[in-house]
């Protein structure tokens, strides 16, 4: 088992500050569908960082370490929508579980 | 003195205020069981003639950012915004007098609560479940006090710290020289994988061995799980149960309904003083 909902590695500060102003403000989520690029310079991103966001690749974002709840604000509110069945299966998303235990008390 | 009249837990879901996919006549249908469930509620909060409506949730990084992420924090302002996603949808008044007896009383007991006297506003894991017991509540003479428990983002308030603090919330209220009378609720969860690899997953074996627990009352057998069984399951949020439920003390727990959609398991439980 590992920790899922991790602490946010100080390197992305900038890519995380990004993803929080995304999810609670919609006047940045509607700059931003207009022109992400302009978004995203203003936040100080990366060039790879904003390869990532543009991505919308949230299994990749997860696997270098992003936080999972700015994931889910870059990669389906920041283009205002919410994961479906169907997305969710064509992403590579349903990944199998980490092992555990039920406690057997 | 003041009183903890009732308690209650269940999920804070966007979706379950508004759905934002098309889904089929029996989805919709256990979505609708859900939000009833919620709103019978609100109906007990006003048969039990509740005057406040403590709610321990965690922040989704919406309210707080990580330039000050705070691990439990109480609302003693006067009142507030709720909003799901951003989107402001009503602003309740709060409890600033239970909030700072509580604050106070807290802190002596070595809890380490900070406070924020206004916020710009409070999001889903607040707004969700008291949108849908208001409605049931009918009235708009509800207190809401919000308190923060960061159960989300690591590291963590451990599940056993959570218990500790509601059951120091109950004593708190018990020697208060106020009338209130209080329903506290916990919200987040079942098991969900929001934002990871895992989403789409719902581990309902460990939510059934959870329901049992509660269902037994063992709140404390709860507070002994810790953050890497909980988020392998998707249990994350569960501290906010284990504070509510703890400020209950419960004698018994009702399930009222149970529900495991492809993407979460919806629970709501009622925990009886």
Not at chain 1, 22 to 30: G, I, T, W
Not at chain 2, 128 to 146: Q, R, T
Request: hydrophobic share 40%; aromatic share 12%; net charge negative.
């Amino acid at each position: 088992m590992a920790i899922i909902f991790r602490y946010p590695p100080l390197k992305h500060l900038q890519l995380h500050k990004l993803g929080y102003h995304l999810f609670r403000d919609p006047a940045v989520r509607e700059r931003f569908k207009k022109d992400p690029h302009a978004v995203m310079d203003e936040f100080g991103l990366t060039e790879d960082e904003k390869k990532l966001v543009l991505s919308r690749d949230g299994v990749k974002m997860y696997d270098l370490g992003i936080q999972p709840y700015i994931i889910f604000a870059l990669v389906w509110q920041a283009f205002g929508e919410w994961p479906s069945r169907e997305q969710i299966t064509k992403l590579g998303y349903g990944r199998e579980i980490p092992y555990r235990e039920i406690p057997s008390d | 003195m003041a009183k903890v009249v009732g308690g209650a837990a269940g999920p804070h879901s966007p979706v379950v205020y508004k759905l934002p996919w098309e889904e089929s006549e029996e989805y919709t249908s256990s979505m609708d069981e859900l939000r009833n469930a919620l709103m019978g509620i609100g109906r007990e909060l006003r048969r039990l003639e509740v005057d406040t409506l403590l709610v321990f949730a965690a922040d989704h990084v919406q309210t707080f950012w990580f330039g000050c992420f705070p691990q439990m924090m109480i609302f003693t302002g006067d009142e507030a915004d709720y909003s799901v996603n951003g989107h402001k949808i009503m602003r309740i008044r709060s409890d600033h007098e239970m909030a700072e007896e509580l604050l106070f009383k807290l802190v002596e007991e070595e809890f380490d609560v900070g406070f924020m006297q206004e916020v710009e506003f409070f999001d889903h894991p607040f707004t969700v479940p008291v949108y849908w017991i208001l409605k049931g509540f009918g009235e708009n003479n509800l207190k809401v006090l919000p308190f923060q428990l960061n159960t989300n983002v690591h590291p963590r308030v451990s599940p056993k710290r959570c218990y500790k603090l509601g059951q120091a919330v109950r004593k708190i209220l018990e020697k208060s020289s106020k009338k209130n009378r209080i329903f506290v609720i916990g919200t987040g969860g079942l098991s969900h994988y929001p934002g990871t690899p895992y989403y789409g997953n719902v581990d309902e074996e460990a939510d059934r061995w959870i329901i049992n627990k509660l269902e037994k009352c063992e709140i404390s057998r709860l507070a002994e799980l810790d953050y890497e069984w909980l988020d392998a399951t998707g249990n994350h949020e569960l501290g906010t149960w284990i504070a509510a439920a703890a400020a209950v003390n419960p004698s018994s727990t009702e399930i009222l309904m149970y529900w495991r959609p492809w993407n979460n398991g919806y629970c709501v439980a009622r925990f009886n003083p």
